[in-house]
């Protein structure tokens, strides 16, 4: 037992909804958090992958919209941006709708470092997943599949 279960949960069945939420989220928290921290490195901060993440999927964006994705004040989104345009990631440019807000876009580089540190992720997964049973790799399988259809809904 962990020293963050109680007792009450060492007993309780496993498949109870409760129970399997606060297991589901420990695990789901501390891989994500494994991944951010191994897939980064030394060429950008686990936050300027996500801003880099957030501007391919979604294109050009202002840095008030990319402050309030990530739940953070502009002046830590501006910090972010500043060092991804200092390497080269994002660029800057006057919003055309509103020329007094700044534009940013993900560079040709930027994607290239996004990619690597997806790749990154992606081998320290499956090295993980590697040393698995075929059994628990199916279960997984199905896990990832229910999981993808439950955070859709």
Do not use: C
């Not at 909804?17 to 494994?34: E, K, N, Q």
């Not at 953070?72 to 972010?80: D, E």
């Amino acid at each position: 037992m962990s020293p963050t279960q109680t007792k009450n949960q060492a007993t309780a069945d496993p498949t109870a909804p409760d129970t399997l939420a606060i297991d589901l989220r420990t695990a789901v928290m501390r891989t994500s958090r494994r991944l951010r921290v191994e897939a980064t490195g030394e060429i950008i901060t686990p936050g300027q992958y996500t801003v880099l993440a957030l501007l391919n999927g979604s294109g050009p964006s202002t840095l008030r919209a990319l402050a309030e994705s990530e739940h953070v004040q502009a002046p830590s989104m501006t910090r972010i941006v500043n060092a991804l345009a200092e390497q080269g990631f994002v660029t800057r440019s006057a919003n055309p709708d509103d020329g007094r807000q700044v534009r940013v876009d993900i560079t040709g580089a930027g994607r290239t470092v996004l990619e690597e540190a997806r790749g990154q992720r992606t081998a320290w997964l499956a090295q993980r997943v590697a040393g698995l049973s075929e059994e628990d790799r199916l279960t997984l399988s199905r896990a990832a599949r229910i999981m993808q259809e439950m955070s859709g809904k």
